[in-house]
């Protein structure tokens, strides 16, 4: 199995769990965050701070994340 086809599989899988536990959570923001995840995985405190990087910019352009 292809390190890509890896993560479109993990990708598919994420957006089953979005799309049925947490609709209201846009799939961009999921995608955005486990490319970031993917991306640094070998430097974990680039990862956070992306991670937390991504959801400061969509709480800041949404007023935040719906409970």
């Given at each position: 199995?292809?390190?890509?086809?890896?993560l479109?599989?993990?990708?598919?899988?994420?957006?089953?769990?979005?799309?049925?536990?947490?609709?209201?959570?846009?799939?961009?923001?999921?995608?955005?965050?486990?490319?970031?995840?993917?991306?640094?995985?070998?430097?974990?405190?680039?990862?956070?701070s992306?991670?937390m990087?991504i959801?400061?910019?969509?709480?800041?352009?949404?007023?935040?994340?719906?409970?």
């Amino acid at each position: 199995m292809t390190t890509r086809q890896s993560l479109n599989e993990l990708l598919a899988v994420l957006e089953e769990i979005r799309s049925n536990d947490y609709p209201d959570v846009p799939k961009e923001l999921i995608e955005k965050i486990a490319m970031s995840q993917y991306d640094n995985q070998d430097a974990r405190n680039k990862a956070r701070s992306e991670t937390m990087s991504i959801l400061a910019d969509y709480v800041n352009r949404t007023g935040g994340l719906e409970a």
